[in-house]
């Protein structure tokens, strides 16, 4: 079975530019998470979607936004991007939300932002 | 707020020289702590779960214990391609929808 699948996996952008990324979940898993890593801060929670509706959501300011389609594949997307956004973007999907199914990640994008 | 704090930070070790990774944790509604392992340049990689205290799970060299404050992650004679960033994740809800907490990680690096 294929894994969770990240495109693109680098980017490059412009302070002020915005940006969309993409993420693919396991066949038949129907939640995805989003989470901004980086060295200082870790791993941190941006939202979570399950039949195309957002359950749950991090703190992060309204320029981080995200949909999911009725294919259960999910974008993010982020609006005029700040330096402070460089960081290792990841996608992990998991049959369904909540503490019984374990989620599983993407290899993750990449973005530096200029 | 929700808190995770993983120790040491750093870890090097031996091939064959166990040893043992913590994660202590106060959060909310607590259901579930998941361990992980990330490789540089990779996603995590799902490891365990475990639900109540005195649960534990095994997988080859690893073993994770869990305590109603902490979890352990026990490595027994590792080899170096154990070498990667450990990462405990406790599931809450607090008074929200459910969502994983992320530790920093504990970085083990195993010398042959």
């Known amino acids: 079975k294929a894994g969770v699948t990240q495109t693109p996996r680098y980017l490059i952008k412009t302070r002020g530019q915005q940006v969309t990324l993409s993420c693919s979940p396991i066949?038949?898993?129907?939640?995805v998470s989003w989470y901004q890593q980086t060295p200082g801060q870790g791993l941190q929670f941006l939202f979570e979607y399950f039949s195309e509706t957002q359950r749950n959501k991090g703190n992060f300011p309204g320029r981080f936004s995200g949909r999911q389609f009725s294919n259960s594949r999910s974008e993010m997307n982020v609006s005029t991007l700040e330096l402070g956004d460089s960081a290792l973007y990841l996608c992990?999907?998991?049959?369904?939300?909540?503490?019984?199914?374990?989620?599983?990640f993407g290899p993750g994008t990449r973005l530096t932002v200029t | 707020e929700d808190q995770v704090t993983q120790s040491p930070e750093a870890l090097r070790l031996q091939e064959g020289e166990s040893s043992s990774l913590n994660c202590s944790y106060t959060?909310?509604?607590?259901?579930?702590l998941f361990w992980y392992r990330q490789d540089p340049g990779k996603g995590p990689e799902f490891l365990f779960t475990l639900y109540s205290a005195g649960e534990e799970k095994e997988k080859e060299r690893l073993k994770a214990t869990l305590t109603k404050k902490e979890s352990f992650l026990h490595i027994t004679a590792p080899k170096p391609e154990d070498s990667a960033t450990y990462l405990c994740a406790p599931g809450g809800s607090g008074g929200s929808n459910y969502k994983l907490t992320f530790g920093k990680g504990t970085l083990l690096t195993v010398n042959p």
């Open positions: 992990a999907s998991s049959l369904s939300p909540g503490s019984s199914y374990e989620q599983y």
């Open positions: 066949s038949g898993h129907r939640s």
């Open positions: 959060v909310s509604g607590l259901r579930g």
